[in-house]
Nanobody, 124 residues
């Protein structure tokens, strides 16, 4: 499984971004049975979990620190996952990574598949 994240960029505080992640694989291989999610890593900081969504999109979950401004969604027919981020602040500056897990319901601490990341930079 290959994951390609896009949609990052430089924005001013208070703005919004929608990150996208396209999943692809060998013939017949999709992520329709995988939980998917997003992590992020800010400069000098540890990687942190941002959001997760179950295989059918029926369950979404966020750490308490991410609730309210982040919304994850998926389009399984297109093998796409999205992360909407609203009211951006400089603290959101990080590389955002798309992940897929072998678990169908939740993102575990060590997801099986990682994308290359997309940079989000928020200026004040």
């Amino acid at each position: 499984v290959q994951l390609q994240a896009s949609g990052g960029g430089s924005v001013q505080a208070g703005g919004s971004l929608r990150l996208s992640c396209a999943a692809s694989g060998r013939t017949g291989r999709t992520v329709s049975n995988n939980a998917m999610g997003w992590f992020r890593q800010a400069p000098g900081a540890e990687r942190e979990f941002v959001a997760g969504i179950s295989w059918n999109g029926g369950n979404t979950y966020y750490p308490d620190s991410m609730k309210g401004r982040f919304t994850i969604s998926r389009d399984s027919a297109k093998n796409m996952v999205y992360l909407q981020i609203n009211t951006l602040s400089p603290k959101d500056t990080a590389i955002y990574y798309c992940v897929a897990d072998r678990n169908p319901m939740v993102i575990t601490p060590t997801p099986a598949y990682w994308g290359q990341g997309t940079q989000v930079t928020v200026s004040s």
